[in-house]
């Protein structure tokens, strides 16, 4: 097995083994860490699919989290105030839901988006997840920008969601499951039609393929995981806020993906891992951790190329 | 083993000038306690909520899991209260809002383990809107913030105005925050009102105090505002020169000049200590931690009794700097409300003054939505 | 005047120039013969310092060009007309001309857009044309020009006729005899063997990217095996 | 023999350029044809234009009959049309066999495969394989195509040609940057292949040209100015003139 | 509707939209020419109004302070182009905007070091206060006049520098071929560090103009940024026409938006629906013409004819 093999092998085992360990010697609140940390993992892993291996740069995945949250948090909401029934708190009815609301948005959005190129791209993804973010902002049925308290987390007959053991193992598979997944995809007939758009998408064209097809189809995927991703978070905060869809939130996953190394299946974990456990152990020292937090941001595009993972060899895991 | 406080406010971003003014006042709280409360030692952990839910609940998050505090307190936001209220309430500890009031946890949400030392979001600007009408003004132009505690501002002032509201502005808020309220202003004043009533919180207040004067319109259209002009916008209004501001009209439960042994004690020490005025949101910092003192004191130092604790709270008996006053039903103060005025004090600093009494006793509107007896 | 020795240079990781050595002297007119991807342009940009010297050594008037920036190199006297023209689209042909005028070496009668007007009257008509909208051989006339205009004292072209008219091709050809006259040295890359015999006193055959042949015009007329091997169809 | 191609009055400026000026070609099924001409004639575009990554601004672009002067390039490629660039244009990021791989599967139109590796499939990687011994390129097949060198790049660009077995194939100067061996090691494979496919060869190499072509036609600032068999061109005067030199 | 409002109004977009310009115009340079996204921008924006500030409490004089400020700014901006955009300029913008978002980190972290959390005010010099009678009870606060004035002559500045100056030239020639300048003689590393440096320079004065209307707050850069990218995204990367046209469209569409939505939603929707969706619609206008124009244009409105 490559070196990357291993490492990838060794993160995974560490984040499936730690947090457990946290919360039985009686630190519930890294467990809670973990938790965050393997949630985010999954969008980043989501948004590596498009902007790893299919040059597509979205500024504006976190939309897709806001509203998988979303879609957890409004049926709740109905549930405990406007008396809907009991499956609005099914996880089986949340979770499909976060997905398909994320699959739609990413579908309509994506038909526009996917016309321009580049940082016009960037911009474009961003200005709809702003549009969402405002959106919700001003719907106070909803809590607008004070935000909504899911009072009841998704309901499942094997798992409870309340036991944050349990709430960490259901993230943590999804993000091996997650991985996988996306693994397989660009792998795949598809996913090498997709990195072959992003290297050089007019000699993908003139070889038969429609490109917009394939990278909307990608889109779509990345949205949909994401707003998986969003379901979960939902469930750990039980308080979602527009905030979760700021533009800032979306730079924070390009930079799990970057700072972990793009186009790689451990990086954007890896990303997650370095960008959490920093800011958790910075902030406990000085109130300034932004200030070493940069710097060392800074010092990691400007002497690390490709990311973390570019540290252990070469792009091909 | 002490009893530990944590604190979450604001203490990075631009809004951290509220945080430090917090910070400030709850330091000098343990000072003049002795950093005790009877015999039991008290211990303050600060938690900076970055301005931001998440991280607000994150870091409350960690105080109650692994600092395992018994109490935790502070709070500028709603919208962070509201995000982390669960994650205190469910590990069973005590919360205590020095300054955020959103109507629900007056409300549906209030609960046995929540308490305030501030106010629910709508009391000052209905009190405002009770100083309106006695002043005979008959026309209202409304601006604030377009976000929850912005909507409960307006329609705070809305529910006891009795003249007419000739226009409404509800601005862009949030990490991009509108500052520039040049088109609104003008609006304002092509709307004929008597009086202006705004809500802006921290930088946005100072920036629009400012542009009020730059547009000239202290004479036609007077300005009443609610957590705006206050002792942290004034000092720097001053060394700025808008002079225009002196005068103007604010309500709040708390002033620096209220006439009482505490007030007048705690007043004294932060200027001595820290060089200005301290504000409203120092103030209600410094009774969350009397307010805890008062009670750990009586319980003998014992987190575990959770139901005498409670009680020791609900009896709220302290000396607070506003004066004396009781927990409703929803643990949220019972108090009196003042109107202050901007003035020049014998040193040439501006600061407020009560100028008079709006409400006594007054009780918030949601205490009855909560079920708490 | 300028002198190369062992020169090699890289692409990444291919190697484009195997220890390339030629000289020039003052006051000649020198080519680089050879095929496409030889590595003539290669050894003008390494000249140039465009692209970078792997190794070996290139002096001019005894300074070292290698390591170089590309601009001081430039400002030590060597004018440059790259392969594909490369005009500045987005600026009209005065601009083109003005915007990197420069008389480092303190030249007495410096390069004026008067004197290049007289060297190539058909630019004068059209001098408010963006760089763009001209024809080829206008481009062409305007990318001498502009490289005149530094005041160089080695002209260095690279495919100094490629893709013109013949008629137009004559100009140029008629203009750098004329430039020449005035004592300027040049180096230059050509497709068409016979102008270049012509005008030229000394040349290399690159192969591979190094010089596989020298010699004088009269050498290379003579030397028909040559010729045919490293240069025709 | 019927055209299998047939531009129309093509029209393409660029700003103030004419870059194709009222172009007319017509191309035989079966047949090698060369276009030659100076440098910014328009050739590139005029294939550009035919593979449909440029736009014409006038003009009709014939195929098999059938009129696709605005169709998409994937379309175009679906309909039998490949072409290489003159510019090397290939997935640099890729293995050179994955570059290959991915021409195959363009054709074999079972791309919406989520969850297979693509690298298992045996009949693309065989035939992928194949080709690059063809090209004399198996040595590299797992290699990353940016390390590769110019010249090898030519030889996969027309591995990727060979590989999507269009009917017709657009070739843009594929000898430019081959070494004289490589040359004519590549005359040697189009020699091959002539015959099974339409072939439009664009090409400096005059010598290629010759031993090639069955007809050439010299395109001059966007337009033909003749178009003959090889002799007839070597004799033509205009094209002395303008391309091949006065003498 | 009223015609004195929508005069003002006017005025209160157009100077909206000229601070805009100047933000944008030194971004779509330092994005256009040199290729380099830098999400920093808007922290040399903070910069500016952090140092007049200062300076003006030093000086006593607002005015003197700009003066002074502006250099110092275009200074700084030429340090962040050494040390920070050079090495990273042959990398994908990827890495720029993680790179340039560090710094954002860094010099927030630092200005709330040195100047602490509350922000500056600046004072003006009494005869900036007071308004200016356009007619009758028409009247604009005299500095806001001022703002359109300095942004209008920087503009006209710029314009003139870029179209009409030597150095404008080879700016453009840069930003159309970098090498080819550099093979001509001209230091274009320097180049580049002015084009930088004039680019913070711009920001910076934006900075100092906003101060005096706002304060000088940690973090106002952050707000503004995503704004210049959304002006110089629709007005087309690298064209200074297109930033200033576009700038001034979004900066009037904008104010209008904020002052007369509210009217024309109601003139078909409930009062109180009304209300309601016309801040949230104001607060996704500049979105929502950005995503339209280039859903129809998608290269932004002027695309630069090279590159
Ligand atoms: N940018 C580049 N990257 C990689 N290889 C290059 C690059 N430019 C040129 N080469 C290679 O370097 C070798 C020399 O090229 P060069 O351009 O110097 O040839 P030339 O003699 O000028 O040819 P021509 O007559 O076509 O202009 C060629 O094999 C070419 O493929
Ligand atoms: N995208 C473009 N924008 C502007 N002008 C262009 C563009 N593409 C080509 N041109 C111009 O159109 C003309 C024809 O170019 P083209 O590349 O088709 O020539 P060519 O015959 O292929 O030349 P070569 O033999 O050098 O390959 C040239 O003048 C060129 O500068
Ligand atoms: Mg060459
Ligand atoms: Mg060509």
Redesign the interface.
Known sequence: MTTRGWITLAVMALLGVLPPLFFLTGNPFYLDLATRLVILAIAAVSLNLILGYGGLVSFGHAAFVGLGAYAVGIPAHHWLYTGWGDWATMGYVQLPLAVLACAVFALLTGLVCLRTKGVYFIMITMAFAQMIYYLIVSIEEYGGDDGLVIDTRSQFAWIDLDNPLQLFGLAYVSLIVSMVLVRLIVNSRFGMVLQGAKGNPDRMATLGFNVYVFRLVAYVISGAMAGYAGALLGNFTTFISPEMMDWSRSGELMFMVILGGASTTVGPVLGAVVFIVLEEVLSHFTIYWHLPFGLLLMAVVLFVRGGLAGMFGRKED | EPVKIGFVTTLTTGAAVIGTDMQNAVNLAMEHLGGKAGDTELEVIFGDDQFAPEAGKQVTDKLVKQDDVDFVAGYIWSHVLLASRKSVLDADKILISANAGPSQMAGKLCDKNFFSTSWQNDQTPMAMGEVLNRQGVKSLYLMAPNYAAGKDMTAGVERTFTGEIVGKDLTKWGADAQLDFSAELAKAKASGADGLFVFYPGAAGGAFVKQYQQAGLKETLPLYSVFTVDAISLPKLQSAGFTDVIGSKVTQEWDPSLDNAANKKFVTDFKAKFGHYPSYYGAQSYDAIMLIASAVEKVGGDMSDKDALRAALKEADFESVRGDFTFGNNNLPVQNFYLREVVEDADGVWTTKVVETVYENHVDSFAAECDMK | MLVLKDVTAHYGTSQALFGMSLALNAGSVVTLLGRNGMGKTTTINTIMGIVKASGGSITFDGEELVGRASFRTANLGLGLVPEGRQIFPNLSLRENLVATASNHLGVADPWTIDKVFALFPELETRVSSMGNLLSGGEQQMLAIGRALMTNPRLLILDEATEGLAPLVRRKIWDALEQVRAEGMSILVVDKNLADLMRIADHHHIVQRGEVVWSGTTEDLRADEATRRQYLEF | MSAVLQIDGLNKSFGGIKATDNLNLSVQKGELHAVIGPNGAGKTTMISQLCGSQRPDTGRILYAGRDITTLPPHKRAHLGITRSYQITSLIMEMSVIDNVALALQARDGHSFRFLRPARSLSHLRDKAMDLLGKVDLTAKAEHRTKALSHGEHRRMEIAIALASDAELMLLDEPMAGLGSHESMQMVELLRGIKGQHTILLIEHDMEAVFALADRISVLVYGHIIATGTPDEIRGNEAVQHAYLGEE | M?F??LV??GL??L??GLLLFLVASGLTLV?GILDF?NLAHGSLYMLGAFFCATLT?LFGNFILALIVAVPITGVIGFLVERF?AR??YA?D???H???T??????I???T??IW?????????PDWL???ITLWGDT?V????LMIIGAGLAAAAGLFWMVNRT?LG??I??G???R???????????LLFGLVFALGAAMAGLAGML?A????A????G???I??A??VI?VGG?GSIKGAFIAALLIGLID??G??FLDDIFALFMSPVAA???A??I???LI??I??LV??FR???LFP???R
């Open positions: 009223d004195s409002l003002i109004q209160n977009g100077q909206l994005f996204v409490y920070v090495p990273l990398r913008h990827l890495d905007v993680l790179g978002f560090g710094l954002i980190l860094v927030d972290t630092l709330h070091l602490g959390p509350e922000g500056l005010s600046v004072p003006l206060r007071g308004q009247v606060p005299t500095f806001r030597r030239m080879l453009r020639a930003a159309s071929n090498t080819m300048v550099s093979a001509l003689g001209i230091d274009i590393e906003i005096p209307i706002t304060e707050t940690i973090g106002m952050n707000g503004i995503i704004t990218f959304v995204i990367i104010t209008l904020r002052s209300e309601n969706s801040p949230a104001s607060a996704m979105y929502i950005m995503a280039l859903a998608p290269q932004g630069p004819k090279v």
